[in-house]
Structure formats: structure tokens, C-alpha cells
């Protein structure tokens, strides 16, 4: 073998090398970030309408999930559950009312979930396939995701909208406890990322 193939097998190695180094750290920067959502940073809250009027508007304080964004990937998605028994409409009777088995039965239905299974990123809005757990019954909702705005700095927010019915959940609804529409919205304020999603799944 000449000195002029060496000195090119071995250029291109170099070469090969400093692809390979800039590929992965690429790859580390479009790597999905991981948020950690609470009730210090989240809000879920709903709306019951009634004869086209709001019949009541109520949160949840007692929140956990995990919100993953994949800028350059398909993996970004969202599961939030809340405690049922948590739910504040800032009335204490209607507190009590809306945790009985008139309403959400929380002694027999703890928790309310929601598991993204697809979430279509478009700059600045989303849309989010999923499934919601409610009093027992799971179904596919889609929420819309009408803000969001995770900057390189770290600091995340999104709001998402969406509606269900009552009636598809088992839940009773009527003249005396609202219509069937309900408005359920989901808005976050994160500061930072608590690490590399990608890494710890």
C-alpha cells in the first residue's frame, strides 16, 4: 500500500470521526424533553353547560403527569391524573356534591387519567389523540392544543381544550345536575425540563 492511500484511509477516518462526533451531539440537542406536571405548575379544570349556560366551573388540585416534547420526533405526549376527591368549585356544598355518587363518585372513583396516543405538533399548536378514564368508563377524546411555547431556554407552557359528554361516562345528568356538555381544559407553566425523556424510556 502507498503513503498516499494511508495518509487518505487515514484522513477520512479522521474525517469520519468528526461526523460521527457532531451526528450524536445533534441527536443529544432535538433529544425529547421530559416536564413534570403538579399542581404548582398545572391546572385542570372543567365546565358543565346547561341550556347553553355555564351551570358550574370547578379544578382539581391534587395533579401529577409527565409532559414529553420531541421536537424532531413522533414520541411527544402527555398523561396527567388527577385526584377526583381534590375537585374545588370554590363552594364547600358544592364541593361535597360534586365528590358524591351524584356526580363523580369519588369514594368508588378515585382518579381521572389522561394518556395521549398520538400528538400532532404544528409550531405553535397541537392536537392530542387520547384516552380519558372517567368514573370508571374510558374513552378517546382529542384535545386541542390552542398555545404552546417551550423555548431552548427550558421554560415550557401549553393550554388544551376539550369536550366529552356526560352521558358517555355513566355519568347522571338532568334538570337537577346540568347538561350533558362538558368543557374540560388542561394549561401548564413549566420552568425547566427535569431531564432526558428518551434516556429513561
Not at 398523561?79 to 375537585?87: E, G, H, L, N
Request: glycine share 6%; aromatic share 6%; hydrophobic share 35%.
Amino acid at each position: 500500500m502507498s503513503r498516499l492511500s494511508v495518509r487518505t484511509s487515514a484522513g477520512h477516518s479522521r474525517n469520519s470521526q468528526w461526523w460521527l462526533v457532531l451526528l450524536l451531539a445533534a441527536c443529544k440537542t432535538q433529544a425529547a424533553e421530559s416536564y413534570r406536571l403538579n399542581a404548582t405548575n398545572s391546572r385542570v379544570a372543567f365546565t358543565v353547560q346547561h341550556l347553553g349556560f355555564e351551570w358550574i366551573s370547578a379544578r382539581f388540585n391534587d395533579i401529577s403527569g409527565e409532559f414529553v416534547l420531541d421536537r424532531a420526533g413522533p414520541t411527544s405526549r402527555v398523561d396527567v391524573t388527577v385526584a377526583i376527591a381534590s375537585v374545588d368549585s370554590s363552594d364547600p356544598r358544592w364541593n361535597e356534591r360534586l365528590r358524591s355518587a351524584e356526580w363523580l363518585d369519588a369514594q368508588r372513583y378515585p382518579h381521572m387519567t389522561y394518556h395521549s396516543t398520538r400528538i400532532e405538533l404544528d409550531d405553535q399548536r397541537a392536537v392530542a389523540n387520547g384516552d380519558l378514564t372517567l368514573h370508571g368508563v374510558t374513552r378517546p377524546v382529542v384535545m386541542t392544543v390552542t398555545l404552546i411555547n417551550c423555548s431552548t431556554d427550558g421554560q415550557c407552557r401549553f393550554v388544551a381544550h376539550g369536550r366529552i359528554k356526560r352521558s358517555e361516562f355513566g355519568l347522571p345528568h338532568g334538570l337537577r345536575t346540568g347538561g350533558d356538555q362538558v368543557d374540560i381544559s388542561i394549561s401548564c407553566a413549566i420552568s425547566e425540563p427535569v431531564g432526558n425523556a428518551s434516556a429513561r424510556h
